[in-house]
């Protein structure tokens, strides 16, 4: 190929499922480049991309991580991302940053299901990508079979770029031991830590070979006429033209080219680099790709990830998009307090950044993940910012020393900001403090960082449900309060009617006071007293949909008083409603449940399982072969619901819920739940 200059500094995301090598990879691909001496590895806890403290304490990657190197005199940056799917917001914002993907997984084919949300992330908003099929030295299936595998969970084809040479080692088991790459044509051997050396063709993969090149000239055929005529006339296309034809239909997420190799002994990763070096576009398509508009001059950064770290404060790792970033400069209404250049937790300063590079920016305190900042303040992206994840499930957090709730409240603050699937509720009624996000591991991550970085060791609970009482029947009663102690007395008696309102229409207060039974001026009291009564019924629980209507009363023209006439309310509620035959209302959510339809029936059974009520289901719009499921299922069950989901489903099922009304609870479960909260009371 001609020579070039070097082009701009570039980013790829690596994303995939949990395990499948990425954080290898990543030191795999800084080893060869040079930007570390000695290879870190993932079993030893020792690795860049995992270098948080969390990340080790867990053995996985927690969030994602940046690290730069440089490969034959051109930059690139590197995102490591978790695989797991309780956070894949973290690998959502890196692809919205990056100028490519590379999508890492094992050769298996049982599990291509779980790269099918990932795919389709990518393939919605045309992002670049390639494929790299890791672990080859252990794998089980041929690549040929994974491809088939994964073909089915892409829109996208899937097209070899290489083919593997075998043969049989010691034990007789047939192993990979190299590669033919199919447009250059050469054959290079494995070598572990090493580069692969060029070897001759195996006279036996010849046919193999020209096999696999004809299928890749003819996918790329697809999105090319010139190309087809030439193949039509048994013409064959010069190297050039094909690495030309590749860099377009990746540029444009036409075709996914594919590689595999192994991440831990260093085998096929040189040829990613070179695949990265030659066919991944640059931060000017990227721009494009996203819609940046911008004014001539204009420096433009998109912020997509927030760190909080102990030393250094708030950093916002940013791309630049256009223009020039200077340290000090004014940059959407923040001043630049510190440039660095990131390899996982070491930090290089710079005092620029042009463009492509990805830059951690000190001290922007106003600006959050997501943001687009720009000089002039106007520049502008066409494509939407990925919304953050709906919460899905959720922990009720307790510090274990009092004096630290508000250095609590502060820390979430600070990890919902790194991490915008993350949300904190006060909640009122039960007086928890809830947090919540994408599940159990994700949570327990949070717990992890605020002991390891904040040193606030918490506990956590399943939240409580919120309960609420009301009543079925009606009563008269008849309530008097009465004190006599020394001179100034007290006096306040009433008569009300209590009775049941239909489901929703809250509470209702209804003065029937005629002739001046009760001072006008003492009213409000009364209502007050029977509101305060409400916020804990005869069960335990806050009263919903009662009426509460003041029919009489009396009053003593020295001794009554706001007070008296309060107490005389809560006085008359707390006597006669459990005259009423109080019932336990419980939350009931409307569910909606996504998943491949392969697993439809058995969310039936997950829906039943749950005291739940299935509703119907339908295809689900813009996702070819996945389900919606709507039900209707208590809030108690809602729980842990995605746990299950997730296990039925490869972890790619999920669901999205909103309340929707309250419904009567009587019997042996609802017998249960007020019983445990008179003993909390008590
Ligand atoms: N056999 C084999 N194991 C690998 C390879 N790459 C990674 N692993 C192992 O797979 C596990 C997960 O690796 P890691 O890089 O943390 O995966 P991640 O979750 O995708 O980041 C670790 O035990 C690695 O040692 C590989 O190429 N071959
Ligand atoms: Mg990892």
């Not at 490591?80 to 309780?86: H, K, L, Y």
């Not at 990932?118 to 393939?123: A, E, S, T, V």
């Not at 502008?380 to 709730?405: I, M, Q, T, Y």
């Amino acid at each position: 190929m001609a020579e070039r200059s070097p082009a701009a500094p570039r980013c790829a995301a690596i994303v995939g499922p949990y395990l499948t090598g990425k954080t290898t990879l990543l030191e795999s691909l800084l080893f060869a480049t040079g930007a570390v001496g000695r290879k870190g590895s993932a079993r030893e806890g020792n690795t860049v991309g995992d270098s948080a403290a969390e990340a080790r304490a867990r053995k996985m990657s927690v969030e994602m991580s940046a690290a730069s190197t440089e490969f034959l005199g051109e930059r690139w940056t590197f995102l490591d991302c978790p695989g797991s799917v309780e956070l894949s917001q973290e690998a959502q914002s890196a692809l919205m940053a990056a100028d490519a993907a590379i999508v890492v997984c094992e050769a298996e084919t049982a599990k291509a299901l779980m790269l099918a949300p990932l795919f389709k992330f990518l393939d919605d908003r045309k992002i670049p990508h390639m494929l790299f099929v890791n672990k080859i030295d252990t794998a089980n299936y041929r690549v040929r079979e994974v491809l088939a595998a994964l073909q089915t969970v892409s829109s996208r084809p899937l097209v070899l770029r290489e083919v593997p040479l075998r043969s049989t080692d010691s034990t007789g088991e047939e192993i990979v031991t190299g590669y033919v790459d199919l447009v250059s044509e050469r054959a290079y051997g494995y070598k572990p830590g090493q580069a692969s050396e060029l070897i001759k063709m195996p006279e036996e993969v010849a046919s193999r070979e020209q096999e696999a090149r004809r299928e890749l000239l003819e996918s790329l055929a697809d999105y090319d006429d010139k190309l087809l005529e030439q193949l039509l006339e048994d013409a064959v296309p010069s190297k050039d033209e094909i690495y030309q034809e590749l860099s377009k239909d990746l540029a444009a997420d036409l075709i996914v080219p594919v590689f595999f190799g192994s991440a831990e002994r260093d085998n096929g990763v040189r040829r990613l680099l070179k695949a990265l070096r030659h066919e991944v576009p640059g931060p000017e398509a990227t721009a494009a790709r996203l819609g940046l508009v911008a004014e001539a001059g204009d420096a433009v950064a998109q912020v997509f990830k927030t760190y909080h770290m102990p030393h250094t404060g708030k950093l916002s790792l940013a791309r630049v998009l256009a223009g020039k970033l200077t340290d000090g400069m004014a940059l959407g209404g923040s001043r630049v307090g510190g440039i660095a250049r990131l390899k996982g937790h070491e930090m290089t300063k710079l005092a620029t950044a042009g463009v492509g590079e990805v830059v951690a920016l000190a001290r922007m305190d106003d600006v959050a993940t997501g943001r687009l900042l720009s000089t002039s303040g106007k520049a502008k992206l066409a494509e939407p910012w990925p919304a953050p994840a709906a919460p899905l499930f959720s922990l009720a957090l307790a510090v274990e020393n009092r004096n630290d709730e508000v250095k609590l409240t502060a820390a979430l603050a600070k990890l919902s900001e790194e991490d915008p699937s993350l949300s904190v509720v006060h909640e009122p009624e039960t007086h928890e403090l809830v947090l919540w996000g994408q599940g159990e591991i994700h949570l327990q991550i949070a717990a992890d960082r605020l002991r390891l970085k904040y040193n606030l060791p918490v506990k956590t609970n399943r939240p409580q449900v919120k309960y609420k009482e009301t009543i079925r029947g009606s009563t008269n009663q008849h309530a008097r309060f009465k004190r006599q102690s020394g001179g100034h007395g007290q006096f306040g008696d009433v008569h009300v009617t209590i009775a049941p309102q239909p489901r929703g229409d809250g509470f209702a207060f209804i003065d029937e006071i005629v002739g001046g039974a009760i001072p006008r001026q003492f009213i409000p009291s009364v209502e007050e007293g029977i509101r305060d009564y409400l916020v804990r019924g005869p069960l335990g629980f806050p009263v919903v949909d009662v009426a509460v209507t003041l029919t009489d009363g009396q009053y003593h023209t020295v001794d009554s008083s706001d007070q008296a006439f309060k107490t005389a309310g809560r006085m008359a509620m707390s006597e006669g409603m459990p005259k009423c035959d109080p019932v336990l209302l419980e939350p009931i959510h409307q569910v909606t449940i996504a998943v491949p339809n392969e697993f439809t029936a058995r969310v039936h059974g997950l829906i039943s399982g749950r005291r739940g009520q299935f509703q119907g289901f339908s295809a689900k719009e813009g996702w070819a072969g996945w389900d919606e499921v709507q039900a209707l299922l208590p809030q108690s069950e809602l729980h842990d619901l995605i746990v299950e989901l997730r296990s039925l489903t490869l972890g790619v099922g999920t669901f999205a819920w909103k309340f929707d009304h309250l419904q009567e609870l009587t019997g042996r479960l609802a017998d249960k739940i007020v019983g445990q909260r008179v003993a909390v009371a008590q």
